[in-house]
């Protein structure tokens, strides 16, 4: 079957540094990308990885290993504003997007 | 302003009341897609299309349809709707011709749903 597992929830403090890692079992894959989503709204785009390696964009940072089938997103100096779900997503076809049930991140002072 | 907008926002219905909620972009982005969200289950695809008269089948298509006749516009109908679609329903786009990827999309707003 396939499937996306990515941890539930995780609690950190200002300033401090959080990884969310994902595994991914897919028929197919062209690419990992990660969304986050405050409460009330819309997902946003932060990050893509279609080859392994790391992607750093700002404070956060995505990372991909397709021999592991394993990929994570670093958020680094963890601000309140960054309270919010992330998901991450694999691209398993042309146009088919599969998404995880998402990570709540709580950000403490 | 670049944006996916949705409408309605917000519908309470009946069971069996054929319902369209309408998405429209003004990126001229040729990827359009469907999702539905439910607590604990992320987001699911319900229909893509990668252009103009070309729709696919996502995750979970049964008891909706789509159509693409123009660019800009993407919309869900729900032919019969039954309460388990009751649920939170997101359009999105991509441009594939201007650099972007189906992996880095534009969200609308969302649209709520609630089917007694």
């Known amino acids: 079957g396939q499937s996306l597992e990515q941890p539930s929830e995780v609690t950190a403090v200002e300033g401090a540094i959080v990884q969310i890692n994902c595994t991914y079992q897919?028929?197919?894959?062209?690419?990992l990308s990660w969304y986050q989503q405050h409460d009330g709204g819309a997902p946003t785009f932060l990050s893509y990885n279609g080859l392994d390696g790391l992607e750093e964009t700002g404070r956060f940072s995505s990372f991909l290993s397709r021999s592991d089938s394993y990929g994570y997103l670093l958020l680094q100096e963890l601000q309140m504003k960054d309270s919010a779900s992330y998901f991450c997503a694999v691209r398993s076809s042309w146009g088919k997007l599969q998404f995880g049930a998402g990570t709540q991140v709580v950000v403490t002072p | 302003e670049a944006q996916v907008t949705q409408n309605p926002r917000y519908l309470i219905t009946v069971t069996g009341k054929k319902l369209t909620v309408t998405c429209s972009q003004n990126m001229n982005h040729e990827y359009m897609s469907w999702y539905r969200q439910d607590p604990g289950l992320g987001l699911r695809q319900i229909y893509y299309s990668m252009n103009v008269e070309v729709t696919d089948k996502g995750d979970v298509p049964e008891g909706y349809k789509v159509s693409r006749k123009e660019k800009r516009n993407f919309p869900l109908i729900l032919e019969s709707p039954s309460p388990n679609q009751t649920s939170l329903y997101f359009c999105a786009s991509s441009g594939l011709l201007s650099g972007g990827t189906v992996d880095t999309q534009y969200f609308g707003p969302g649209t709520r749903l609630t089917v007694l």
């Open positions: 897919t028929s197919g894959f062209y690419g």
